[in-house]
């Protein structure tokens, strides 16, 4: 018993009233985050009930998380409990980000089947910064525009705003997405497909003419496609020769196919879905009418 009349207890005691070992006691009492409140004559550590609340703060504190060393902090009034709290929970908000990003380079590691060497390339592309995921979105949109000041205006500003905005806790779906993205930006063949297109686009334009008129093409061709599609009309059958004619008048066909060929085959339609779903943007509309169109104008090359 204490000077005052406070009961004290030995380790084994609060132990046994706290279902903490006394080994972890000792050790708690040893790191100087549980100093006993007195020794007994033979020199044994003894705590009153003071110790006791104290120990359930310890206790609650490291299964939260917290280090010896923070534990100290706040016991000897440095840091607030809500002050450690708020540490803890940026700590853990971390923590559950890079585990989130780990299950998702994991899962899809496992849908590809890879061998070592495309993990460790899955890996680094998933865990890439923003910024540097950018930086390989603006390499890829230099590339396809550097020299061409005649591109249309809206297209060019278009492409320069592209970015690549993965989430900090990405599916597997996402970081898929991403891998495939970032695999088809670095691509050359890709790269000159993309350039090839947009070579297209300045070298079609006039001088003067207002920008507008590719985005103007675009709807317009949806217009006329989509109601065919609906209505039954098969790219390859004789009623698309009508949609050809008022939508391309007597342009040259063989020229319209190569441009058409260039901007909207099936990779350039994967580069948007892809970054659809990277950004978690609704699917790009009306790939299916610009195939339409150009299965149309395939059909009747040979012709």
Excluded at 33 to 39: G, S, Y
Excluded at 51 to 77: D, F, M, N
């Amino acid at each position: 018993m204490n000077d005052d009349g406070t009961r004290l207890f030995t380790i084994g005691e609060l132990a046994g009233a706290t279902g903490l070992s006394v080994r972890t006691i000792r050790f708690w009492s040893d790191e100087g985050v549980l100093a006993p409140a007195a020794r007994s004559p033979g020199g044994y550590r003894l705590y009153d009930t003071a110790s006791a609340a104290r120990l359930e703060l310890i206790r609650t504190l490291r299964e939260l998380g917290l280090g010896l060393e923070e534990v100290r902090t706040v016991l000897a009034g440095e840091r607030t409990v809500a002050e450690v709290a708020a540490t803890h929970v940026a700590a853990l908000d971390a923590r559950i980000r890079a585990l989130k990003v780990t299950r998702a380079v994991l899962s899809t590691v496992a849908r590809r089947g890879a061998e070592a060497e495309e993990m460790t390339l899955v890996n680094k592309l998933a865990r890439l910064s923003a910024a540097e995921r950018q930086r390989i979105m603006e390499e890829f949109v230099a590339e396809t525009l550097h020299g061409l000041d005649t591109v249309d205006p809206d297209i060019r500003e278009r492409i320069r705003r592209t970015a690549v905005d993965l989430a900090e806790d990405p599916t597997p779906e996402e970081v898929d997405a991403w891998v495939e993205l970032a695999e088809m930006l670095q691509d050359p063949q890709f790269r000159a497909q993309m350039r090839r297109a947009v070579e297209f686009n300045a070298a079609g334009r006039r001088p003067g003419e207002p920008g507008g008129r590719s985005l103007w093409f675009a709807k317009r061709l949806v217009e006329l496609v989509a109601p065919a599609r609906e209505r039954g009309i098969e790219p390859t059958g004789p009623g698309a020769e009508q949609v050809l004619d008022d939508l391309f008048g007597d342009a040259d066909r063989a020229d319209v196919l190569e441009r058409m060929t260039a901007g909207f085959d099936e990779r350039v339609a994967r580069y948007r879905e892809l970054l659809a779903v990277v950004n978690r943007q609704p699917a790009p509309p009306h790939a299916e009418d610009f195939a339409w169109v150009v299965a149309a104008l395939r059909a009747r090359a040979g012709r």
